[in-house]
């Protein structure tokens, strides 16, 4: 198999395939173009060969056709001289490189065809592989692509939406549990530990503090003339505790006397 045809063989490969198989494709493409390079610098130097060799053959027959023509100059010379016997064998000689000559250029022009295939050939090879180097990104681009997309259905594949959101539901479950409990344990404590007489006296406390706000709320509306002057002293005198009714009553009696 020539240079040309292996170079044919490693061109028509399938690339992707080879990247789909490779553990590294940047590296793998990365050898496949050293791999091209240094066939196309044997290939540079078996067509520079048959360059040479064209070449050779092109001297070899302009050699034999100036041999040919100086034996003919001689069998004119040894006519001249007389001597036909030294004119016929210089003429055999004449006819022996013109011979050699014609053979030789058939040979060249041959070879001269072989040689213009062999170079485009090589321009064609060099296209090619100038073309590999402009695909090499857009490969290597493809395949990061590939395998992400691959990652992302791996990962997607491995995570069950519905179990996220049930965790997510147990989760908030187990907080408001939680949550019932801290309060429960808080009435617990508050109501079965300590004791229980300053518990009572927080309560009536608690009322003492009620009073207050209402006595407070009668002054404001004497202030405001809603109520008789009496009518708060009265209040604070009684039972220590607003009653709402009486205080309506007042209210509708001084409106009364108003209207008046």
């Known amino acids: 198999m020539g240079i040309f045809d292996r170079f044919s063989t490693l061109l028509r490969s399938n690339i992707n395939d080879l990247i789909s198989r490779a553990e590294d494709p940047e590296k793998m493409l990365n050898q496949i173009l050293v791999d091209m390079r240094s066939q196309l610098v044997k290939a540079k130097q078996q067509v520079a060969a048959a360059i040479a060799d064209e070449k050779r053959l092109r001297d070899q027959a302009d050699q034999e056709f100036k041999q040919a023509k100086d034996w003919e100059n001689k ?29 030789l250029e058939t040979t060249w022009e041959a070879h001269r065809a072989e040689t213009e295939k062999l170079k485009d050939q090589l321009r064609g090879l060099n296209d090619k592989i100038e073309e590999a ?93 809603m109520l008789p002057a009496g009518s708060t002293e009265k209040r604070q005198i009684g039972a220590g505790k607003a009653d709402e009714e009486t205080v309506n009553a007042d209210i509708e009696d001084t409106e009364h006397k108003r209207s008046r």
């Open 75 to 103: 069998a004119m010379l040894a006519v001249r001289e007389g001597r036909d016997d030294l004119a016929k064998q210089a003429l055999v000689r004449k006819s022996e490189h013109q011979s050699h000559g014609q053979q």
């Open 133 to 225: 180097k402009r695909k090499k990104n857009l490969l290597l681009a493809r395949q990061r692509r590939a395998q992400a997309q691959k990652r992302i259905a791996e990962t997607m594949s491995s995570m069950s939406e519905n179990s996220a959101f049930d965790a997510f539901s147990r989760m908030e479950e187990r907080i408001e549990q939680n949550e019932r409990q801290i309060k429960a344990s808080v009435e617990i404590e508050e109501e079965f530990s300590g004791d229980a007489l300053q518990r009572d006296f927080k309560v009536l406390e608690k009322g003492a503090v009620s009073s207050t706000v209402d006595s407070q709320l009668l002054a404001l509306k004497q202030q405001m003339g």
